[in-house]
């Protein structure tokens, strides 16, 4: 101790000891949060022994006292500012974290008692700090994952592998369950809710407890926003800043090209998507009756999950029959927060950055010309060719979502409705099977035309760079606009005066023939593993699984553990998608410098 206090008197005399010792002591960090994080698990998730768990927490007080000592240690080590306020608030954590170290110390110190038990679950900020702590480790951990020279393709889907596992052993932990379920089971949950698809084998609402369905929550939250963005912004937002590496490798995962803005962006998206799950939280919350509760803290509970759950486009609910549990159908407002938390939450993020910007540059130009600071100055247009194609296909599509339902399901879901549930429900009937998998009426009794058109709308699924899957609207969108030029006999796909580049024509009919192969090869072998199920039932549950709907004709839990195996990974290869898959597993070429001479080939 002597020496490290003469480190940190004489910083400039022990330089490479000062490095050495800091480079010793964030391994010790990071290994102490994993740790830490790792006996909050067993705690919850397990039943343990009174002297099982007086030994555990004395070893967890230890590592939170370690935690703090370390992590101050580090502070007073480094070269930053006082004017930096991060260190301060590292202190700060660091400072309670001994004082809880302590204090719990002298709970589980003495004989332990129901009411030393009881005093020690209520540490509810201590259990948010070491969830903070071990994701912002992973988060620092993951921003060196460039040091590797992984693909980012390879990375981006490990990410997804990972969660996965993690999220299985999590929901296979006893207090998890009010009952035993089988790994397959765990697994294939786990995915559904890493794929945000929201296909269930056993049902949430009684099958997980609350652990268990926070657990599911956490999945759905984490794989909506994607592995590497949740886990990048833990580590930009304590370590401060990004290297030019880390931006380089974070720009594909959050669609952003201006190196410069990378972390900002990061921030952005973050920010963006609490507001709105917030405000969400808050109006499901206050549209919902307290009958329907046993008390207000599950009434919250059910609006954060279902907040969430909608703009991550999960599907998972906390009812027996979702949205179509008695008491929850004829709730037409809250339908309508869920429906526009679903859109927003399938728009993409780079169009929510996108006006942003815009709205931004607007706004603050105008106050800069009231105030006088400026004369006035032409603002340019922001919104590019991607974020206007997202809008315009985003729009026909739930106007024409909307008419086909309310055309198709009068004589049966919208039968006996009034005229405002009719609007509700068809427009919600519009939204939902755009990745989104929640249900205001029996799937079971939907007239074969609709589900003909849900099959369509499942396909072509959400916008890119969003929280939804499936073929992706601008794919579509492009697909169609390239359909129309050749029928015109035009050389070139134009749209809003620009031309669409050759790659993305490549990329989106590579992207749909993947799509119908996948789908194709899912159909094939369930109705081989299962052939006593329809086909157009069986058909329905793939084209949901691609798209990361969730909607399902009831046949999910009928399904053998080979065709649950097939839906996984149907989930797996709609979410990561199709062409980051083959870009992964395929070998670069390099430049071409040749050309063969050029041959038509009869395709009609």
Same mark, same amino acid.
């Given at each position: 101790?002597?020496?490290?206090f003469?480190?940190?008197?004489?910083?400039?005399?022990?330089?490479?000891?000062?490095?050495?010792?800091?480079?010793?002591?964030?391994?010790?960090?990071r290994?102490?949060?994993?740790?830490?994080?790792?006996?909050?698990?067993?705690?919850?998730?397990?039943?343990?022994?009174?002297?099982?768990?007086?030994?555990?927490?004395?070893?967890?007080?230890?590592?939170?006292?370690?935690?703090?000592?370390?992590?101050?240690?580090k502070?007073?080590?480094?070269n930053?500012s006082i004017?930096?306020?991060?260190?301060?608030?590292?202190?700060?954590?660091?400072?309670?974290?001994?004082?809880?170290?302590?204090?719990?110390?002298?709970?589980?110190?003495?004989?332990?008692?129901?009411? /030393?038990?009881?005093?020690?679950?209520?540490?509810?900020?201590?259990?948010?700090?070491?969830?903070?702590?071990?994701?912002?480790?992973?988060?620092?951990?993951?921003?060196?994952?460039?040091?590797?020279?992984?693909?980012?393709?390879?990375?981006?889907?490990?990410?997804?592998?990972?969660?996965?596992?993690?999220? /299985?052993?999590?929901?296979?932990?006893?207090?998890?369950?009010?009952?035993?379920?089988?790994?397959?089971?765990?697994?294939?949950?786990?995915?559904?809710?890493?794929?945000?698809?929201?296909?269930i084998?056993?049902?949430?609402?009684?099958?997980?407890?609350?652990?268990?369905?926070?657990?599911?929550?956490?999945?759905?939250?984490?794989?909506?926003?994607?592995?590497?963005?949740?886990?990048s912004?833990?580590?930009?937002?304590?370590?401060?800043?990004?290297?030019?590496?880390?931006?380089?490798?974070?720009?594909?995962?959050?669609?952003?090209?201006?190196?410069?803005?990378?972390?900002?962006?990061?921030?952005?998206?973050?920010i963006?998507?609490?507001?709105?799950?917030?405000?969400?939280?808050?109006?499901?919350?206050?549209?919902?009756?307290?009958?329907?509760?046993?008390?207000?803290? +599950?009434?919250?509970?059910? /609006?954060?999950?279902?907040?969430?759950?909608?703009?991550?486009?999960?599907?998972?609910?906390?009812?027996?029959?979702?949205?179509?549990?008695?008491?929850?159908?004829?709730?037409?407002?809250?339908h309508?927060?869920i429906?526009?938390?679903?859109?927003?939450?399938?728009?993409?993020?780079?169009?929510f950055?996108?006006?942003?910007?815009?709205?931004?540059?607007?706004?603050?130009?105008?106050i800069?010309?009231?105030?006088?600071?400026e004369?006035?100055?032409?603002?340019?247009?922001?919104s590019?060719?991607?974020?206007?194609?997202?809008?315009?296909?985003?729009?026909?599509?739930?106007?024409?979502?909307?008419?086909?339902?309310?055309?198709?399901?009068?004589?049966? +879901?919208?039968?006996?409705?009034?005229?405002?549930?009719?609007?509700?429900?068809?427009?919600?009937?519009?939204?939902?099977?755009?990745?989104?998998?929640?249900?205001?009426?029996?799937?079971?009794?939907?007239?074969?035309?609709?589900?003909?058109?849900?099959?369509?709308?499942?396909?072509?699924?959400?916008?890119?760079?969003?929280?939804?899957?499936?073929?992706?609207?601008t794919?579509?969108?492009?697909?169609?606009?390239?359909?129309?030029?050749?029928?015109?006999?035009?050389?070139?796909?134009?749209?809003?005066?620009?031309?669409?580049?050759?790659?993305?024509?490549?990329?989106?009919?590579?992207?749909?023939?993947?799509?119908?192969?996948?789908?194709?090869l899912?159909?094939?072998?369930?109705?081989?593993?299962?052939?006593?199920?329809?086909?157009?039932?069986?058909?329905?549950?793939?084209?949901?699984?691609?798209?990361?709907?969730?909607?399902?004709?009831?046949?999910?839990?009928?399904? +053998?553990?080979?065709?649950?195996?097939?839906?996984?990974?149907?989930?797996?290869?709609?979410?990561?998608?199709?062409?980051?898959?083959?870009? /992964?597993?395929?070998?670069?070429?390099?430049?071409?410098?040749?050309?063969y001479?050029e041959e038509?080939?009869?395709?009609?």
């Open positions: 101790m002597k020496k490290v003469q480190i940190l008197s004489n910083p400039d005399k022990n330089l490479i000891l000062n490095k050495r010792l800091k480079n010793l002591i964030e391994p010790l960090i290994y102490l949060s994993f740790g830490a994080f790792g006996l909050f698990v067993y705690h919850l998730g397990y039943s343990p022994s009174i002297e099982s768990l007086k030994i555990t927490s004395k070893v967890f007080s230890l590592f939170l006292f370690l935690l703090g000592i370390l992590m101050a240690l502070i007073l080590m480094s930053e004017k930096n306020r991060r260190p301060i608030y590292e202190l700060i954590i660091a400072f309670f974290l001994v004082m809880m170290a302590l204090f719990r110390w002298k709970i589980f110190g003495g004989d332990l008692s129901e009411e /030393a038990l009881n005093i020690s679950k209520r540490f509810f900020v201590l259990n948010i700090l070491i969830i903070v702590l071990f994701f912002m480790e992973l988060g620092k951990l993951s921003l060196m994952v460039n040091k590797l020279k992984i693909s980012p393709s390879v990375v981006f889907i490990l990410s997804f592998i990972i969660l996965i596992f993690i999220g /299985a052993a999590l929901l296979s932990l006893p207090k998890s369950t009010t009952v035993p379920i089988t790994f397959i089971d765990a697994l294939f949950t786990a995915t559904s809710a890493v794929c945000v698809t929201g296909l084998v056993v049902d949430t609402s009684s099958v997980f407890t609350v652990f268990g369905q926070t657990i599911i929550m956490t999945l759905f939250q984490i794989g909506g926003l994607g592995m590497m963005t949740f886990t912004f833990f580590g930009f937002f304590f370590k401060g800043s990004l290297s030019i590496e880390n931006s380089l490798y974070l720009k594909d995962y959050i669609n952003e090209n201006n190196i410069g803005v990378i972390g900002s962006t990061l921030v952005k998206i973050i963006f998507t609490i507001c709105i799950e917030l405000i969400g939280t808050i109006l499901v919350y206050q549209l919902t009756s307290p009958e329907l509760f046993t008390n207000n803290t +599950s009434r919250f509970f059910f /609006a954060l999950f279902h907040s969430i759950s909608a703009f991550c486009n999960a599907g998972f609910s906390t009812l027996y029959n979702g949205l179509y549990e008695p008491g929850f159908r004829e709730l037409y407002n809250m309508l927060v429906a526009v938390s679903i859109i927003l939450g399938g728009i993409g993020f780079p169009v950055i996108n006006y942003y910007n815009y709205f931004h540059r607007v706004i603050s130009g105008g800069r010309q009231f105030i006088g600071l004369k006035y100055k032409h603002t340019s247009r922001v590019n060719i991607n974020t206007r194609l997202v809008m315009y296909t985003t729009g026909l599509l739930l106007v024409i979502g909307f008419l086909g339902y309310w055309v198709f399901e009068q004589e049966n +879901s919208l039968k006996g409705l009034s005229t405002y549930g009719k609007i509700v429900t068809s427009f919600f009937g519009a939204v939902t099977p755009r990745t989104a998998g929640f249900n205001t009426v029996d799937m079971t009794n939907l007239a074969v035309p609709t589900v003909l058109f849900y099959l369509i709308l499942m396909w072509i699924g959400a916008s890119p760079g969003s929280t939804g899957g499936g073929l992706k609207t794919t579509f969108a492009v697909a169609i606009l390239n359909t129309w030029s050749v029928a015109t006999g035009r050389r070139r796909v134009e749209v809003f005066g620009r031309e669409i580049s050759g790659e993305t024509l490549r990329k989106s009919f590579a992207a749909i023939a993947l799509s119908f192969l996948v789908i194709g899912g159909v094939f072998l369930i109705m081989i593993f299962n052939p006593e199920l329809e086909l157009i039932d069986v058909a329905f549950e793939v084209f949901s699984a691609f798209a990361t709907v969730g909607l399902s004709l009831g046949i999910t839990a009928k399904l +053998s553990s080979a065709s649950k195996i097939v839906i996984m990974l149907v989930m797996f290869l709609g979410r990561v998608g199709t062409i980051t898959i083959l870009v /992964a597993i395929s070998r670069k070429i390099g430049e071409q410098r040749y050309r001479p038509s080939i009869i395709v009609s």
